[in-house]
Structures are given as C-alpha cells and as structure tokens.
C-alpha cells in the first residue's frame, strides 16, 4: 500500500494505492494540511486517478474508469455500490438510498456509511442530500459540495434561492 499527495483544482488530494494497484481510499486535504505534494513519480495509478479528477472538474469526464478497492463493512459496501449507481446530474436522499437497500428503516446507518465513503467523488456521495432538499455533511465541506452539484447541473432548485 502506498499514499500520494497530488494537486487538483480543488486543493490538494491524497491517494492511497493497494498492493494491487486498485485505488483503496481517495480525499481532499483541508488547507494547510501537514502533507506536500509528492516530488516522485507516483506512477501510472496515481497518474491516472489525477488526471481523471481533472477531467470530471473540467466537465470532460462523467464517469470514473479506475480499479477500486474502498475497504469496509459489508453494509458500507452495499451502500457505496448502490451510491455509485447515482447518474451523473442527479441526486437522491438518504430515504430513498435506505430503500433501494431493501431497508427504509436504516437512513441514519445509510447516512453513517456515506459519510465513511473512502473514495471522495469517484464514489458520488456529494449526490446524497437532505430528504428536503438541503445539502448535508460532506467530509469535505457544504461549499465543496455544492461546487461539485453545480459542475455536474444537479443542485436541487430548492437551493437557487437558498444562502448555505
């Protein structure tokens, strides 16, 4: 296993690469964070994942083609599979995600297993939001992202009007 710090054009990233080679967790670094980009080569998997987020920022890219390989429950699991069915543009709630799942009862364990995606943005778990419409928790922050629904056209209308 092995970590990468890489910019992006919304700050920089790290990347933590198995044995492998599948991408197991990917996140945005708050500002200021202690790590600086790597100076080496960081190969052709971290290469790859850089210049794909590139492509998605710049609104060439809808879709993440990278081997992966997030590590967690397998309740985490099933919700990440089912969070990566979310289309490019849209969005849904933690209610219907529960659904989906075959257990209405579970948002909160949804919510839970959401906000422990290892894979910021090539798991799209910006497009999960409040049952209202609002923009909930995001590991790396609200404006992050609203940013992200803007790019992809899937900012719910209830927010055009609405200060965050």
């Known amino acids: 296993m092995s970590e990468h710090v890489f910019n ?24 200021g964070h202690a790590r600086r ?12 994942v850089a210049r794909q987020l590139e492509e998605y920022f710049s609104g060439e890219r809808r879709r993440f083609d990278l081997e992966l390989a997030p590590q967690g429950t397998p309740f985490q699991q099933a919700v990440w599979r089912e969070v990566s069915r979310i289309p490019y543009g849209e969005t849904t709630t933690y209610g219907e ?13 949804v919510g839970a297993a959401n906000g422990a995606n290892p894979l910021w943005i090539v798991i799209p778990c910006h497009r ?5 419409g609002t923009l909930t ?13 803007e790019l992809e056209g ?11």
């Open 8 to 31: 992006t054009s919304l700050g920089d990233a790290e990347a933590r690469i198995g044995a492998d080679g599948a991408l197991q967790a990917l996140r945005l670094l708050k500002p």
């Open 37 to 48: 980009p790597d100076s080496s080569h960081a190969g052709a998997r971290v290469a790859a």
């Open 97 to 109: 995600l529960a659904g989906r799942l075959g257990s209405p009862g579970a948002v909160r364990a």
């Open 128 to 132: 999960v939001i409040g049952a209202d």
């Open 137 to 149: 928790g995001y590991a790396a922050g609200i404006a992050v992202k609203r940013r992200l629904l």
């Open 154 to 164: 899937a900012l719910p209308l209830s927010l055009f009007n609405r200060q965050i």
